[in-house]
């Protein structure tokens, strides 16, 4: 199993809301990934966790919350979010977090804010 | 952080013919790496070249690295129209951040 799923594939939600996204690989990784990608643009780093830890903050708004429940899972937790951060967002996974690594993606989730 | 710089921003080819494409970058790397994206989903690794390598091939694809003028090159050959997609390059910074290149936006006509 080389895949890495990410649930929902679509979400809309108000301003007001709390939803969550999830990602979940069987590969025996220990590294995963949160990117976020506007439309035509390339990805941008988000969080990076290492071994269940978070490794890498790259100064996103506390109104996103990563968590890593155990090493096969991801969660990223979204409240108070603003039509800006509307965007596809990937999770990703790799072996060990080390430098001659590959990451793998998931399909991601097309999210909307209202 | 820095980015890679790729160009053309966008290509367009005759199947059969070969697709180059391009990514610049600012600081030192411990690798960099190409990945293909089809119609703004996922994004699937097509290979990777450390900095103390100079070319690596992966079937139709040939990937060349110059440290000294901080510059890659992805090149295609015989291209398909299965082929088309965004090409982007990705730097590997020290501390382990996999950052992106602009990308470039490859199609394949048949």
């Known amino acids: 199993d080389t895949e890495v799923t990410q649930t929902p594939k679509h979400l809309v939600m108000g301003m007001t809301n709390k939803k969550s996204l999830k990602c979940e690989q069987h590969m025996g990784h220990r590294a995963m990934y949160w990117y976020k990608q506007k439309a035509k643009k390339p990805p941008e780093l988000m969080f990076v966790?290492?071994?269940?830890?978070?490794?890498i903050n790259e100064s996103v708004p506390s109104r996103f919350s990563p968590e890593c429940p155990n090493s096969s899972l991801l969660n990223l937790h979204l409240h108070a979010l603003q039509p800006e951060d509307s965007a596809l967002y990937l999770c990703?996974?790799?072996?060990?977090?080390?430098?001659?690594?590959?990451?793998?993606f998931g399909s991601g989730t097309q999210l909307s804010v209202l | 952080s820095q980015q890679g710089e790729e160009d053309p921003q966008a290509l367009s080819i005759q199947e059969g013919e070969n697709a180059t494409m391009n990514c610049s970058y600012k600081t030192s790397i411990n690798n960099l790496q190409w990945y293909r994206q089809n119609s703004g989903r996922g994004l699937v690794h097509l290979i990777l070249?450390?900095?103390?390598?100079r070319e690596k091939h992966s079937g139709r694809l040939r990937v060349t690295l110059d440290t000294s003028k901080k510059s890659s090159s992805l090149l295609i050959t015989a291209s398909r129209a299965a082929d088309t997609a965004s090409y982007f390059c990705a730097i590997m910074e020290y501390g382990n951040k996999l950052v992106f290149g602009a990308g470039t936006i490859l199609r394949v006509k048949s």
């Open positions: 070249i450390r900095s103390n390598e």
């Open positions: 990703a996974s790799s072996q060990a977090g080390r430098a001659n690594e590959k990451l793998f």
């Open positions: 966790y290492s071994y269940e830890k978070l490794s």
